[in-house]
Structures are given as structure tokens and as C-alpha cells.
């Protein structure tokens, strides 16, 4: 079998290293001389082969070493792949969590039919019949608006509701005036508040609100 051209040369290199293993001195024979042993092999064979195998031996260790080395960067590699799709999992995530969440607090636009309702729902009622006589106009105040410091307020209103239900109708400028009558009531029985009990209060400010 040929060996390769580098597993030679070092073979050579190994045999010339170890090719003198015994030293005998000049003086020859045993008398008053000595043999000097080294701790080598004892033929140029066994030099070369113990070198053949330190060389096999260090291109093994340099092979599983390298083997070692690519599973750890394979373990490496695998892990940053892992780390990469977690990111990316997590990062799609939010987006739909910050998604819906959105969606759940926007409310549907209402149609017109709905803005019509709010706006009829939020207005005051009118007032019964027995408190506004539609025929007559004649108004039947609350026991609260009764009292004196209403008095010419009152009469005006009861003036102008007599008016509307005989004609029908009145003009711009004289229904103003009576809206001004009615905030100027509403003032009044604000400021006294605290000396009117709610039971009484509330459907008294419910009443200039309707009328």
C-alpha cells in the first residue's frame, strides 16, 4: 500500500530523529566505559511508527474538535433562529391585541333615525294637558312658581300662551321674549335652592323646561 506523500515525509523526519537511540562512548568495550540510554525508541521502526501514530492521533483530535466546534455553532444557529420566530410571534401578537382592542372601544355610527331618537330622548316633554290647556292656553303652575316673586313673569306667560292658542301662531320676536321670561324664572328659582325642598324643586325646573 503507498502512503501519501506527507505521511512519508513526516515517517523520514520522525527516522532521523530517532535514528541514534544508543550512545556508546569512544573508549569501546565495558571496561571503564558506560552505555548512556534515552528514553526513545529503541529502533528507527518503532520511532517511525510511534510518529505515524502521533500524527493520526493529532489529525483525530483536530477532526473531533472541529466536529465539536460545528455542533456548537449549529446549537448556536438554531437558538437564533428560535429567538428570531419568538420575536416575530410576539410582535404579530401585539399588532392584533392592540387590533381588537380598538375595534371593542369604537362605537357604530348611528344612522339619522338614531340622531333623531338621542335628540328626542334628550328634549323636555311637553306638558300634559293639565298643564298647558292647548285650547285655552290657560297654564297651570306649580304650587313654587306660584309665589309672588314669579308673579309678573307669570302673568306675562299666561298672556302669551292665551295669544298663540286664539291665533295659532306668533312671531319670532315675541317668542323670544317669552323664552326670556322663562330663563329669567328658571334664574330666580335657582337662587333659591336651598330653601326649597327637591320634591318640589325638580318639578318645578322640569315644568319651565317643558314650557
Sequence with gaps: ???PTFILLALLAVSATFAQVVSIPAGGGN????IEYQDHASTAFEGATRGMGALIRSGADANLTNS??????????????????HFTQTYFDMRRINREARAAERTPRGTRE?????A???APKRL???DLNVVTGQITWPSVLQDPVFQENRTN????????AKH????????MKAQGMVDDMQAELKKNIAKIPSQFYSPARNFLDSL
Design 1 to 3: 500500500m503507498r502512503l
Design 31 to 34: 571496561s571503564g566505559g558506560f
Design 168 to 175: 295659532g301662531t306668533i312671531d319670532f320676536r315675541n317668542t
Design 128 to 130: 300634559s294637558p293639565s
Design 68 to 85: 465539536e466546534a460545528a455542533l456548537n455553532m449549529s446549537v448556536v444557529r438554531r437558538n437564533e433562529i428560535d429567538n428570531q420566530k
Design 120 to 122: 328626542q330622548d334628550g
Design 114 to 118: 338614531d340622531f333623531i331618537r338621542y
Design 157 to 164: 306667560l299666561n298672556n302669551f300662551f292665551a295669544y298663540r
